[in-house]
């Protein structure tokens, strides 16, 4: 397998481009609104789709291509077949849009995608340069495959309509959808351009064909163009065709939206100064929700990622979650990690997530479809209240906690306090074995989802997370000067670790199990046959502070790091049984089932840094990292991160990755690094530095944007150690251990001398 540099680079502003356009596989892109999201790859391919606050959701993009033809010839404008001789080709990749650029043919191309910062719609502008010495008369022929009429399947009615709005300039696929809760909604997909039209087609058996496919439509092949088809009953397609001449060495561009639409009267034709007023405040706005931190260090890569990918992958997430559903654990992950670089944001962003919980306390599942659903995941809850004390710890403002916001079942607004609150007692009152928080149908492994369903089960890794929520709730408690509520917190938090402590530890293996099943089976326990030890309920016993966390994740090493990474659980189950759930039906080595999980080896950099082992921090970043090769060569995209590799046993898999973008590991890989490798704890009182650095980072730095008043931070290393020997501000020295407090507007020059303590 080929090093990434082979397929592309990244460049000074952070964004990468693609040289090459036949990649291992999809390199993806996401573009995103609070409205809208649409991904696409180096060659064109992706969907885009609209969606409301309940996860009612409209697939306008199941697919896209543009095509120029020419005198009975057609090709790709995103590059596919590859085999078609293609020159000059790129993708360039960005925090907000891509443009893929190719030669063919004596014409020169060049596509860019964006999503502008409101509405349902992403838009396209096309331009054609001719490169020959004489005219050229092309057909400029855009494609968007639809779903808005819902997945066809065979002996299925498809209900849509579709055809041409002469006064909109547009090609229109209609039909009834349900959103912002309106029954029986009118809904459009349409396309328009900037130009006038002179062809379209809204059936795609007239422009696909019932035999040809997205490369090869038939309407090209037979007739050179669209064919003005109209569509009732039949799948919808949006294709709208212009034709442009060309003078020798003249370049023209066309600009396009594709959108959904409520009315007639939101469909509105692009010209070119609408297009470039949206790009323009698009990249205004990621320059503002991005722009809180920038880090520099000898691993320029990694810069780039951290720089720009992570941070809007954070922002993606906390929005939009893993885009196929609202996940509720994910976007409040998410929501917490992004606090890191833009806090307000990830404070309103929060408060959204919040009114989903019932008023009991409990969290559901998901968001989707138009409907809270709940799969029996007991973890959802616990979540909350980090992200809600980092984002305090960020602003420095407890009496946010008195804003208010509904529980998903009460019409009335209770302060975030409150809600807080009730999520810690709903997960305290739910015991099951031993007095344990109840496993229920999973926990963060949400393929453990046999273990608990007859309500007796527990995970010991959900009662150890429970203890840190606990012991962060006390703190906003004492905040708010709510001694009493602070107090049954520290009592319930002694009780909760005594039982961890007698329930939850395995004596002989020296570290803590991960679950006890409705019938008491022990899972992640020494003499278990398989699945012996699980990687999360060490990681947390460290960070939520338990006594025993740095034995515990000693044996853990031992026994779970691999060349190329460390895994979930050891050894991978290899057969089904009726406790465990769909781990056991994944391949051994596999996502859940023993394979390498990059969420948790994020959290474990934030471990191994509280540990203070910088030796490890590196050789975990390194093993990371998607574009770093000391342990591995991985082949998605260099920008991205994955959920997963898979582990050595899986043969020629082994090292090869799960899905990139839709994951958790993007923004916990931003939030270890902030604030557990370059050590920046927000506090009350302001920010203090305590970092663990990889010792080859002799010199670094990192700018971050804290309460209006930014830090400027040099780390100065020997090569020894990450101990904070000596610490000054504006040159005159402080002391190591006292957070420094901001001064709004101001800039502080910081200088963090590190080595080896004696």
């Given at each position: 397998?080929?090093?990434?540099k082979?397929?592309?680079?990244?460049?000074a502003?952070?964004?990468f481009?693609v040289?090459?356009?036949?990649?291992?596989?999809?390199?993806?892109?996401?573009?995103?609104?609070?409205?809208?999201?649409?991904?696409?790859s180096?060659?064109?391919?992706?969907?885009g789709?609209?969606?409301?606050?309940?996860?009612?959701?409209i697939?306008l993009?199941?697919n896209?291509?543009?095509?120029?033809?020419?005198n009975g010839?057609?090709?790709?404008?995103?590059?596919?077949?590859?085999?078609?001789?293609?020159?000059?080709?790129?993708?360039?990749?960005?925090?907000?849009?891509?443009?893929?650029?190719?030669s063919?043919?004596?014409?020169k191309s060049?596509?860019r995608?964006?999503?502008?910062?409101?509405g349902?719609?992403?838009?396209?502008s096309v331009?054609?340069?001719?490169?020959?010495?004489?005219?050229?008369?092309?057909?400029?022929?855009t494609?968007?495959?639809?779903e808005?009429?819902?997945?066809?399947?065979p002996?299925?009615?498809?209900?849509?309509?579709?055809?041409?709005?002469a006064?909109?300039?547009?090609?229109?696929a209609?039909d009834y959808?349900?959103l912002?809760?309106k029954?029986?909604?009118h809904?459009w997909?349409?396309?328009?351009a900037?130009?006038?039209?002179t062809?379209?087609d809204?059936?795609r058996n007239?422009?696909?064909?019932?035999?040809?496919?997205e490369q090869?439509?038939v309407?090209?092949?037979?007739?050179?163009?669209?064919?003005?088809?109209?569509c009732?009953?039949?799948k919808?397609?949006l294709a709208?065709?212009?034709?442009?001449?060309?003078?020798p060495?003249?370049s023209?561009?066309v600009?396009f939206?594709?959108g959904?639409?409520l009315?007639?009267?939101?469909?509105v034709?692009?010209?070119a100064?609408?297009?470039a007023?949206?790009?323009?405040?698009?990249e205004?706005?990621?320059?503002?929700?991005?722009?809180?931190v920038?880090?520099?260090?000898?691993?320029?890569?990694?810069?780039?990622?951290?720089n720009?990918w992570m941070k809007?992958?954070a922002?993606?997430g906390?929005?939009?979650?893993?885009?196929r559903h609202?996940?509720y654990r994910?976007?409040?992950?998410?929501?917490?990690?992004?606090?890191a670089v833009?806090?307000k944001?990830?404070?309103e962003?929060m408060?959204?997530v919040?009114s989903?919980?019932?008023q009991?306390?409990y969290?559901?599942?998901?968001?989707?479809d138009g409907?809270?659903?709940?799969r029996?995941f007991?973890?959802n809850t616990?979540?909350?209240?980090?992200?809600v004390?980092?984002?305090?710890?960020?602003?420095?403002?407890?009496?946010l906690l008195y804003e208010t916001?509904?529980?998903?079942d009460?019409?009335?607004?209770y302060?975030?306090?409150?809600?807080i609150?009730?999520?810690?007692?709903f997960l305290?009152?739910?015991?099951?074995?031993?007095?344990?928080?109840r496993?229920?149908?999973?926990?963060?492994?949400d393929c453990?989802?046999?273990?608990g369903?007859?309500?007796?089960?527990v995970?010991?890794?959900l009662s150890i997370?429970?203890?840190?929520?606990n012991r962060?709730?006390?703190e906003?408690?004492?905040w708010?000067g709510k001694e009493?509520?602070a107090?049954?917190?520290d009592?319930?938090?002694?009780?909760?670790?005594?039982r961890i402590?007698?329930y939850?530890?395995d004596?002989k293996?020296g570290?803590?199990l991960?679950?006890?099943?409705d019938?008491?089976i022990?899972?992640?326990?020494?003499d278990?046959?398989?699945?012996k030890?699980?990687?999360i309920?060490?990681?947390?016993?460290v960070?939520?502070?338990l006594p025993?966390?740095a034995?515990?994740?000693?044996h853990?090493?031992?026994?779970?790091?691999?060349?190329i990474?460390i895994r979930?659980?050891?050894p991978a189950f290899?057969?089904?049984?009726?406790y465990?759930?769909s781990?056991?039906?994944k391949?051994?080595g596999?996502?859940?089932?023993?394979?390498?999980?990059?969420?948790p080896s994020?959290?474990?950099l934030?471990?191994?840094?509280?540990?203070?082992r910088?030796?490890?921090?590196?050789?975990?970043?390194?093993k990371?990292?998607?574009?770093?090769?000391?342990?591995?060569?991985?082949?998605?995209?260099?920008?991205?991160?994955?959920?997963?590799y898979c582990?050595?046993e899986t043969g020629?898999?082994?090292?090869?990755?799960g899905?990139?973008?839709?994951t958790?590991s993007?923004s916990w890989?931003l939030k270890?690094?902030i604030?557990?490798?370059?050590?920046?704890?927000?506090?009350?009182?302001?920010?203090?530095?305590?970092?663990?650095l990889?010792?080859?980072w002799?010199?670094?730095?990192i700018?971050k944007v804290?309460?209006?008043?930014?830090?400027?931070?040099f780390?100065?290393?020997?090569g020894?150690?990450s101990?904070?020997?000596?610490?000054?501000?504006?040159?005159k020295?402080?002391?190591?251990d006292?957070?420094?407090a901001?001064v709004?507007g101001?800039t502080?020059k910081i200088?963090v001398?590190?080595?080896k303590?004696?």
């Open positions: 397998m080929k090093d990434y082979w397929y592309g680079h990244f460049n502003d952070d964004s481009t040289t090459e356009p036949e990649t291992p596989r999809h390199w993806y892109n996401y573009m995103f609104n609070d409205e809208y999201v649409t991904f696409t180096q060659v064109g391919y992706g969907e789709l609209a969606q409301d606050d309940m996860g009612r959701r697939l993009v199941s896209r291509n543009i095509f120029v033809s020419e010839e057609a090709w790709s404008l995103f590059g596919l077949p590859l085999d078609y001789g293609y020159t000059d080709y790129s993708c360039l990749h960005g925090c907000g849009f891509s443009t893929v650029s190719l063919y043919n004596g014409i060049a596509v995608i964006f999503v502008p910062s409101e349902r719609r992403e838009i396209w331009t054609l340069t001719n490169m020959s010495d004489y005219p050229r008369t092309v057909k400029l022929i494609y968007a495959k639809t808005l009429d819902g997945t066809y399947r002996q299925g009615y498809n209900l849509g309509t579709g055809g041409f709005m006064d909109k300039n547009a090609v229109y209609h959808h349900e912002y809760s029954r029986n909604r809904i997909g349409y396309m328009t900037s130009e006038q039209a062809g379209f809204s059936r007239a422009f696909i064909g019932p035999y040809g496919d090869h439509p309407a090209l092949r037979k007739y050179g163009g669209c064919t003005g088809s109209d009732n009953s039949e919808l397609c709208l065709e212009n034709t442009l001449t060309l003078a060495g003249e023209h561009t600009h939206v594709l959904v639409a009315d007639t009267a939101e469909i034709p692009p010209t100064d609408s297009v007023a949206e790009f323009a405040a698009m205004k706005k990621y320059g503002e929700v991005l722009g809180g920038r880090i520099k260090t000898p691993w320029e890569s990694f810069d780039h990622l951290i720009g809007y992958a922002d993606m906390s929005r939009w979650a893993r885009v609202n996940g994910d976007m409040t992950s998410d929501t917490e990690c992004l606090a833009n806090p944001l990830a404070w962003r408060k959204r919040l989903y919980q019932y009991s306390g969290a559901p599942r998901t968001i989707i409907a809270i659903r709940d029996n007991a973890d616990v979540w909350m209240t980090f992200a004390n980092t984002i305090i710890r960020e602003l420095g403002d407890p009496s916001v509904k529980f998903n009460t019409e009335e607004e302060p975030v306090y409150e809600h609150k009730r999520s810690v007692d305290y009152n739910f015991q099951g074995l031993y007095g344990l928080v496993i229920w149908g999973g926990d963060w492994n453990v989802n046999y273990a369903l007859k309500g007796k089960g995970s010991v890794w997370a429970w203890c840190r929520a962060q709730f006390a906003i408690a004492r708010l009493d509520d107090r049954t917190a009592e319930r938090g002694k009780i909760m670790e005594e402590e007698a939850g530890w004596e293996g570290y803590y991960y679950a006890r099943t019938d008491d022990i899972m992640g326990g020494s278990c046959d398989e699945g030890i699980f990687l309920s060490q990681l947390w016993s960070l939520a502070g025993r966390g034995e515990a994740m000693e853990a090493e031992e026994i779970l790091e691999t060349p990474g979930l659980a050891y290899s057969y089904q049984r009726d465990i759930g781990m056991a039906e391949a051994p596999v996502q859940d089932n023993g394979g390498i999980y990059l969420h994020a959290w474990k934030a471990v191994d840094s509280i540990l203070r910088p030796d490890r921090v590196e050789e975990g970043l390194r990371m990292l998607p574009f770093d090769t000391t342990y591995g060569v991985k082949c998605g995209e260099p920008y991205a991160m994955f959920n997963s582990a050595p020629y898999r082994a090292g090869t990755p899905q990139s973008w839709r958790a993007s890989m270890s690094v604030e557990y490798v370059f050590g920046l704890h927000a506090e009350l009182a302001g920010l203090r530095i305590d970092p663990c990889p010792l080859s002799t010199e670094c730095s700018v804290f309460r209006d008043c930014t830090y400027e931070i780390y100065h290393g020997d020894t150690g101990d904070v020997l000596a610490l000054s501000v504006n040159g020295t402080v002391p190591a006292t957070p420094i901001p709004s101001e502080l200088d001398t590190l080595g303590k004696a």
